[in-house]
């Protein structure tokens, strides 16, 4: 469904992505692991069309999405959930959630996108009037997900989904992340918190300082002493 290939990216003189490349298959859930600065965000940016880049090319089913101006990616079925969750604050739960479902002209469509989210996400259908800058960091990661899902997507980006939550939100965060997976939903997922993105990924990348240094099945990975050693406290 997506492959990258040898991508390279810069800001400025610095040579932030060194020949990147991947695969994300139908139905997988993939993570990239790796340390601050190593590159993930970076990454997604540039799959999403958000960075330029200089070399190498980015596929959907096919298609060079640098061929694609950003805002016309999401139509493809392409969706960007952000590192830090970006809600618009002064909107409610619901009109967050409807902003995501700006490009789908089908009225019903979007009220069953809607449904669907609101079954994911319960928290949120009970708190569909409030504002969202009000709610946790736990549930705005839920309507930033949410959000992206009102699309229908093909592929999920997850940027950092854990970031800034408690143990207890990271578990139940991730336990919607397999849901949505076991539910049929691609997912490419960038994750700090290494242990937890390997426990749910059919497959894994390991990014060190712009380049991809380890590849293969997430619970090879997790059992790989180097990985260890490096990510997992042991």
């Known amino acids: 469904m997506l492959e990258v290939k040898d991508l390279n990216l810069y800001y400025g003189a610095i040579h932030a992505l060194k020949g990147i490349s991947l695969v994300v298959h139908d139905g997988e859930l993939v993570s990239l ?4 600065g190593a590159g993930k965000t970076s990454t997604l940016h540039a799959i999403s069309g958000l960075l330029p880049i200089s070399s190498g090319s980015v596929l959907l089913d096919g298609k060079d999405l640098q061929k694609v101006h950003p805002n016309k990616i999401i139509g493809l079925g392409l969706a960007h959930v952000p590192e830090g969750r970006h809600v618009f604050a002064r909107m ?3 009109e967050n959630l409807l902003m995501g479902a700006y490009i789908v002209r089908d009225s019903k469509r979007v009220s069953e996108n809607l449904e669907k989210v609101y079954a994911y996400f319960p928290r949120l259908k009970e708190r569909w009037k409030q504002l969202a800058g ?3 960091g736990g549930e705005q990661q839920m309507l930033a997900t949410g959000r992206a899902l009102m699309t229908d997507p093909s592929i999920l980006l ?9 143990p207890l939100l990271v ?3 991730f336990s919607i992340i397999q849901t949505l997976h076991e539910n049929g939903i691609t997912i490419l997922l960038v994750e700090q918190n290494a242990k937890m993105a390997l426990a749910v990924a059919d497959r894994a990348y390991v990014l060190e300082t712009g380049r991809i240094s380890m590849s293969g099945p997430a619970a090879e990975l997790a059992d790989d002493d180097r990985v260890r050693k490096a990510y997992l406290g042991a």
């Open 92 to 94: 409610t739960v619901e």
């Open 171 to 173: 578990k139940e965060i």
């Open 158 to 166: 997850m940027d950092e989904p854990s970031m800034g939550l408690s």
């Open 33 to 36: 692991i790796g340390s601050n």
């Open 134 to 136: 009000t709610l946790s």
